[in-house]
């Protein structure tokens, strides 16, 4: 005997649920309708739980709790099980059914169509058959000690050893948190001397600093090359018929002019700009320290009677020749211990140059007054305008000869940003503003 069985909607007056069946005649209808509805007639009255007669076998259809009308199926929870029977339900109706009870995103039609071609041939194994080819996981913790094995390694090796594809491989190394870089560039591969050398005055100075505080005592400088034309290449967003703008081919030999910048953590200390042809001496970098030490007595007159500043500076060869060593005794400075191709030491590098760098981007200058404008207005952006730092802008902004009494911070840099309307470059311009306003 083979039971067809199909679960239906009751009507609004009948019970809410009810189950149909047939034996081939009949009496063996009702005997099976009866017993699917759990009547002991034809009064149609239900159970809670209801048996279901199969082939001289008893099996259960349970409901656990009453089924409102409306969202019918998003409330029932069922346990069916059927043994040499058939649900009479399509493989869109099974869709939707799956759906109502489990969420929109709970399978599709192309998915349960492929559980019904299975299931025909009476597989029920919820295992993936092995397929040929490379396995679809990648074992992301094969993958670590592989990579921190041999970090070196290209994508195409790793999916080789691991059986994976260099996609895989590239979205697992992704997930695990490791990114490609290339090496840092350093001036020379240091010795074992050199090494032990640095690790002795990070161990010095790092002592130090915890007994007595001395960071706020350090002073710095630094030179850097300015170009004129700071106007770089770069791609456009134009119409597939509209040729690119013309760009002119950089000079061989660009205009430039170097920049000496003295500064500490609270600001600016002193800058100058070198003339054509001049370079930094011994004599001139002395000079300079001259300079630094009357402004400092101005500036922080605390830190020159008390304590004493540290100068951080690295050693090229007016820095340690034997008149500049002479001159740092006589000012009474001591000089940070600095090792040897240490450019990682470089703070105004790091913390002004490469800013000032975009400060400059796209901007052309004519002389050295635009640029001395343009880095003044540089330093007014980059800074938090106070009391506290008036004193130290007064140095910066003193330098031009429209300035000879300063009033107010703001006032200042308004007035010079006034003047210089005609000769500032729109972004200059415009960056001041926003900082004064």
């Not at 929870?77 to 799956?98: D, F």
């Not at 802008?393 to 309307?421: E, H, M, P, Q, W």
Request: contains cysteine; glycine residues 6%; positive net charge.
């Amino acid at each position: 005997m083979t039971l067809f069985v199909s679960l239906e909607r009751g009507g609004s007056t009948g019970p809410l649920w009810h189950a149909t069946g047939t034996n081939g005649d009949a009496a063996g209808a009702r005997s099976s309708k009866s017993m699917i509805n759990g009547t002991t007639g034809d009064t149609g009255d239900t159970v809670p739980n209801t048996k279901l007669l199969l082939n001289q076998q008893l099996q259960y259809i349970r409901f656990t709790r009453e089924v409102p009308k409306d969202g019918w199926l998003a409330y029932l929870n069922t346990q069916i099980k059927v043994s040499n029977g058939l649900l009479r339900h399509s493989v869109s109706e099974a869709t939707q059914n799956i759906k109502m009870a489990w969420g929109e995103d709970s399978a599709n039609e192309r998915t349960v169509r492929r559980w019904y071609q299975k299931f025909r041939v009476r597989d029920v194994d919820l295992e993936d058959k092995h397929r040929s080819g490379p396995p679809a996981k990648c074992d992301d913790g094969r993958l670590k000690e592989r990579v921190e094995a041999d970090s070196r390694g290209t994508v195409r090796e790793m999916g080789r050893e691991l059986q994976v594809s260099c996609t895989t491989i590239l979205r697992h190394i992704e997930a695990i948190g490791k990114v490609k870089k290339l090496d840092k560039w350093v001036p020379h591969e240091l010795t074992e001397e050199q090494q032990r050398c640095r690790l002795e005055i990070y161990s010095s100075l790092s002592i130090r600093n915890e007994n007595d505080p001395f960071l706020d005592r350090i002073i710095t400088c630094d030179k850097k090359w300015i170009v004129y034309g700071n106007r770089r290449r770069s791609a456009q967003w134009l119409d597939k018929e509209e040729p690119p703008k013309h760009f002119p081919k950089p000079s061989l030999y660009p205009r430039k002019v170097m920049l000496t910048v003295w500064w500490a953590a609270t600001g600016i200390i002193h800058y100058d700009f070198l003339k054509p042809g001049e370079t930094i001496t011994a004599e001139r970098y002395c000079r300079e320290l001259d300079v630094v030490h009357q402004k400092l007595l101005e500036m922080r007159p605390a830190l020159v009677n008390r304590r004493g500043p540290i100068l951080l500076h690295d050693n090229a060869r007016p820095h340690v020749s034997h008149l500049t060593i002479q001159k740092l005794n006589q000012l009474r400075y001591e000089v940070l211990p600095h090792p040897a191709y240490s450019p990682d030491l470089a703070s105004t590098d790091l913390h002004l140059f490469k800013h000032l760098d975009g400060f400059l981007k796209d901007e052309n200058f004519t002389n050295v007054a635009d640029i001395e404008i343009a880095f003044v207005c540089f330093i007014a952006s980059r800074i938090q305008i106070s009391s506290e730092m008036e004193l130290t802008l007064l140095y910066i902004v003193g330098r031009s000869a429209l300035i000879v009494t300063v009033l107010t911070l703001i006032n200042k840099l308004y007035f010079l940003l006034r003047y210089y309307t005609a000769k500032l470059p729109s972004k200059i311009g415009q960056n001041l503003c926003d900082n004064l306003i």
